[in-house]
């Protein structure tokens, strides 16, 4: 920082700078700690989304391969499944941090395949399937606010650094060289007025 001059409006002036900045620091400080509380709870249900998703997909493929091997391919069958248009995005925000919020309308399991062709294997996979959809839709969410909250908490956290290891120690450094020149000053003037008095006492 600059030296300023030793004024008592520099003096007022870089007070207020300095109760700015700390203030600027605590508001920091308190969006980490909630930032980091929800990233916390965002890493938890992450964890329960994924083993459920693991366990869904092993089912899944357990039922496929029974089908697979029952009818032979069930490759054919599945161009009869429409495409899902039914996901939505929209977005929360949480101390000025956009998360997304994804939404998939819960499917309603349909037969889009003949019932002679084929059997319960596979409409067991089709369910799972279908459940492996949503559990998907909900883990990206998850992970997505996850990371767009781990980079908004690096650079809160660059910034309450900053603010406590230079600005504010600039700022309480200037304080203390202004108040030392003006009270260097005070003092000056004083003995001036010393010598002045005395001076005038003698010529009197």
């Known amino acids: ?54 366990e869904t ?39 000025g941090v956009e998360l997304p919020t994804v939404s998939l309308e819960p499917e309603q399991f349909a037969l889009y395949y003949g019932l002679g ?3 319960s294997q596979l409409d067991e996979a089709c369910v799972q399937f279908g459940l492996v959809k949503q559990l998907t839709a909900e883990l990206a969410e998850v992970e997505s606010s996850v990371y767009r909250l781990a980079v908004a908490i690096k650079k809160t956290q660059k910034r309450a650094n900053a603010l406590q290891n230079i600005l504010i120690p600039q700022f309480e450094h200037t304080i203390r060289f202004i108040s030392g020149a003006l009270e260097e000053k005070e003092r000056e003037d004083f003995g001036r007025l010393k010598v002045i008095k005395a001076q005038k006492l003698i010529n009197n």
């Open 57 to 95: 997909y092993a089912r899944a493929y357990r039922s496929l391969q029974r089908a697979n091997i029952s009818l032979g391919s069930c490759e054919p069958f599945g161009y009869s499944v429409p495409v899902d248009n039914t996901l939505t995005l929209s977005a929360r925000s949480v101390m």
């Open 1 to 54: 920082m600059a030296q300023v001059f030793p004024t008592k409006s520099n003096l007022i002036a870089t007070k207020k700078s300095l109760a700015l900045a700390k203030l600027g620091y605590d508001l920091m400080d308190k969006k980490r700690t909630i930032l980091i509380r929800e990233m916390m709870g965002l890493i938890d249900k992450a964890g329960s989304v994924q083993s459920r998703i693991d």
């Open 117 to 119: 062709s084929t059997n």
